[in-house]
């Protein structure tokens, strides 16, 4: 099973990224996608997930919003839209995978966003 993030960068305060994440080895479908950061020091943080269906998504108050969560199936990837970025959301952003039934979790390598001017 392979999460391959891309789409981190450096970008002003108040600009965007996409970022991806794509998939392969595994039924992509059956599992919950979540995205995840962490800054040095600090304990990873569940920013948004999206169930298998895509028709259920979920955000952590502070990127509600401005992110948006989804995935492309056929793709077997899944994607985050942030816009109106600040500096507090910079972080090395993980892509999750969770199939909930086997317990089983996947992590990319993850992508560094940096909000600085």
């Known amino acids: 099973v392979q999460l391959v993030e891309s789409g981190g960068g450096l970008v002003q305060p108040g600009g965007s990224l996409r970022l991806s994440c794509l998939a392969s080895g595994l039924s992509f479908g059956s599992y919950v996608m979540r995205w995840y950061r962490q800054v040095p020091g600090k304990e990873r943080e569940l920013v948004a997930g999206i169930s298998n269906a895509g028709g259920n998504t979920n955000y952590a108050d502070s990127v509600k919003g401005r992110f948006t969560i989804s995935r492309d199936n056929a793709k077997m990837t899944v994607y985050l839209q942030m816009n109106s970025l600040k500096p507090d959301d910079t972080a090395v952003y993980y892509c999750?995978?969770?199939?909930?039934?086997?317990?089983?979790?996947?992590w990319g390598q993850g992508t560094q966003v940096t909000v600085s001017s």
């Open positions: 999750n995978a969770a199939h909930l039934i086997y317990r089983v979790n996947y």
